[in-house]
Nanobody, 120 residues
Framework: QVQLVESGGGLVQAGGSLSLSCAAS????????MGWYRQAPGKGREYVAH???????DYPDSMKGRFTVSRDNAQNTVWLRMYSLQPEDTAVYYC??????????????WGQGIQVTVSS
């Protein structure tokens, strides 16, 4: 059973930084892309960052310069480092990964979500 588990969320003051991590576990043969989305209260899910298996990254323009995504393939882990956080960054952050499980096909898996709250 493959699962993604996020950690590192919490409360931070405006202007502060926070780092999230997401570890994949289970019978995993390979992980392709990994990344993050977020969902603010009353809004739809918003794309935050993506990183390929060889480390190429992508961000929407609104996230460039403040968010950094990285990964460790040996640990099956992806991180999101967030800087200069503002109250509008308050959301539940979800990690995802395209995983090849033992005995299966590539499939997108999602973490359970982790709350990030930025106070003004």
């Amino acid at each position: 059973q493959v699962q993604l588990v996020e950690s590192g969320g919490g409360l931070v003051q405006a202007g502060g930084s926070l780092s999230l991590s997401c570890a994949a576990s289970g019978s995993i043969l390979d992980i392709d892309g990994m990344g993050w989305y977020r969902q603010a209260p009353g809004k739809g899910r918003e794309y935050v960052a993506h990183i390929t298996s060889v480390g190429n990254t992508d961000y929407p323009d609104s996230m460039k310069g403040r968010f950094t995504v990285s990964r460790d393939n040996a640990q099956n882990t992806v991180w999101l480092r967030m800087y200069s956080l503002q109250p509008e960054d308050t959301a539940v952050y979800y990690c995802y990964a395209r995983i090849l499980p033992d005995g299966g096909d590539y499939k997108d898996y999602w973490g359970q979500g982790i709350q990030v709250t930025v106070s003004s």
